[in-house]
């Protein structure tokens, strides 16, 4: 397992006009196989539109304590780039406006934010009905200054989604790195003893699970089903939902792709598991996203593809929804990744 970031390594795809140059060329030039933008053409769906904006994604940083094999953030302990508290400010003038309803943090690790703090008691002031915070867990155990999160996401009734790949202490270290699975077992544990993830508990535990290889997720709910099972057997850990995540081609896991060879194999799969009616709800037609230094993207994904909003409106510090809204989403491959069988999202599947 690798501990730097592509961007320490100086790896070619650290830089994103060389994923997009892979994600354009090669079978998709050659016609092997349809652009995404052919495809949705076929059921009309192009151009993918934007629609009312109900989820507003904020990346307060690419800095995080792990450096997981499949990070599409390339995130690691190496990434200096951190939300300022005057792009937070940004951020919180148009959180206490806008209408939507969730407001999701996420980074890298974003409790590494030395004004995370400050930004989560600012942002809750807001009252936004579903406030997330993208806690990878072992954060809370890797330092005594962290230990405390737990109460201080109760204290502001922050909903928790985490990333959990496997009840198995091998997959899930063979993913996130050694050591990862005791202490997420052991942040869940501190998250149970306080409420966070218990039956009819308002104080909502989520995890997400993504594929530990070049393989699309299972049936979501099948697979929720066996993780809550395995999770009690083992553990005594109860949680709410278990969101099925598919890995998107893009930078880490892009690099893997490639480096174990199965990237065309990969894309093949994306492109045969197709699926037309899980276009219209793809994320990016009602979430925001928001990078470290404040501009705006369709999504995550885009975000790390440098891929901005095709809109007038580049940066939150001159957010005008109206404008935003309805623009044309910015598209390429790596959407597959969203329409592939029940589709998929930050919030799991979506078909
Ligand atoms: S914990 Fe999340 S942000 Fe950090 S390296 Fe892993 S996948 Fe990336
Ligand atoms: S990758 Fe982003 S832009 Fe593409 S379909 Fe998914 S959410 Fe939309």
Redesign the pocket.
Known sequence: MKTQSLHKRKSNLAQSNKQLEILSYGIFQNGELPT?KDKISETNQFP?KAKKLEILQINVGYMCNQVCEHCHVDAGPDRQEIMTRETMLQCLNVIKSTGAHTLDLTGGAPEMNPNFRWFVEEAAKAGIKDFIVRSNLTIIRANKKYHDLPEFFKKHNVHIVSSMPHWTRGKTDKQRGDGVFDKSIQALKDLNAIGYGMPNSSLKLDLVYNPSGAFLPGNQAAMEKDFKKALLEDFGIQFHNLFAITN?PISRFLDYLIASDNYEDYMYQLVDAYNPSA?SN????N?L?VSWDGYL??????QMLA?PVNSKVKHISEYNEALLENRN????Q??????AGAG??CQGTVA
């Open positions: 995404f993918l998107l276009v793809v994320m990016c037609t979430t996203s993207f369709d999504c995550d994904f885009n891929l989403i910015v598209i390429s790596h959407c597959y990744g969203c329409t998929s999202s």
